[in-house]
Every structure is written in structure tokens, then in C-alpha cells.
């Protein structure tokens, strides 16, 4: 849209140059400098427009980066959440299995100290055992020298 506005003016402009360079008159030196700073306008306001847009386009792309950025972050804050609500149910879990391995520690130490009083009381029913059987033999072998006198 610019561009035609431009263009339009410099046809215009140029037209008018040349209508009065058909007059056959002698342009003065004030002609040429106002034609000069005409021109020299002219392409400032071109580069004065395509910097705008130019600004206006990294502006854009900053704003739609920015927004995009903002957007992974959220996600990134959402994951970070998730990870500490899945850290903190691990944690739990953890401590829940402690407590399981004290108790069954606890457990395994009353079965071996059961388990070495039940080896002490039947090494002591055997060792007795032993002394009724040697007992027995003794009583056996009286009985027999008996029978046999």
C-alpha cells in the first residue's frame, strides 16, 4: 500500500519535473537542492518504512517466542509438579517398606531367639533322654544277672 503511495509520487513528481524542464528554463541552484532534498526524503522515508517493518516483525516474532515460551515453561512447571508428586509418593512408599523390613527384622529375631531356646531345650530332652536310656541298660542288665543267679 505504501509502495503504490511511492510510486504515485514519483510519477507525479516527475511529471512535474519534466513540465518544467519543457518550459526551457534553466533550473537554479535552489531547484536542483530542493530536488535533491526531495529525493534524499524520499528514500529516507522508504528506509524509515521498511525499518518499521522490520520492527514491527521482530516485535511479532519476539511476542509469538515469548508466548510459545511461556507455554513450555507452564508444561515444564506441570511436569516438575508431577515429578515431585510421583517423588513424594516413592518417598512414601519407601518408608512404608522400612517399617515393613523393621517389623519383619524384629520378627526374625524372635523366631532365632526362639529357635535357640527350642535347640537348647532338645539338646537337653536328648542329653536326658540319653541318661533314662543308660538308666534303662543299667536296670536291663541288673534284671538279667538277676535272672540268671
Known amino acids: 500500500m505504501l509502495g503504490r503511495g511511492v510510486a504515485i509520487f514519483?510519477?507525479?513528481f516527475a511529471r512535474r519535473v519534466r513540465a518544467h524542464l519543457s518550459n526551457e528554463r534553466v533550473l537554479s541552484l535552489s531547484d536542483y537542492t530542493a530536488i535533491a532534498a526531495t529525493a534524499l526524503n524520499?528514500?529516507?522515508l522508504v528506509l524509515a518504512v521498511g525499518s518499521l517493518h522490520v520492527a514491527i516483525t521482530t516485535?511479532?516474532?519476539a511476542k509469538r517466542s515469548g508466548e510459545e515460551q511461556t507455554r513450555i515453561l507452564a508444561g515444564q512447571a506441570?511436569?516438575?509438579?508431577?515429578?515431585?508428586?510421583?517423588?513424594?509418593?516413592?518417598?512414601?512408599?519407601?518408608?512404608?517398606?522400612k517399617d515393613i523390613l523393621e517389623k519383619s527384622?524384629?520378627?526374625l529375631d524372635l523366631s532365632v531367639v526362639s529357635a535357640v531356646a527350642q535347640q537348647k531345650?532338645?539338646?537337653e530332652s536328648v542329653s536326658s533322654s540319653r541318661k533314662q536310656l543308660e538308666i534303662l541298660q543299667a536296670q536291663w542288665a541288673r534284671e538279667l544277672e538277676q535272672a540268671d543267679v
Request: glycine share 6%; hydrophobic share 40%; charged share 10%.
Open 59 to 61: 516485535y511479532s516474532d
Open 105 to 107: 527384622k524384629q520378627a
Open 78 to 97: 506441570q511436569t516438575l509438579q508431577s515429578s515431585q508428586s510421583a517423588l513424594d509418593g516413592v518417598s512414601q512408599t519407601l518408608g512404608k517398606q
Open 10 to 12: 514519483l510519477i507525479v
Open 121 to 123: 531345650l532338645l539338646t
Open 42 to 44: 524520499i528514500v529516507l
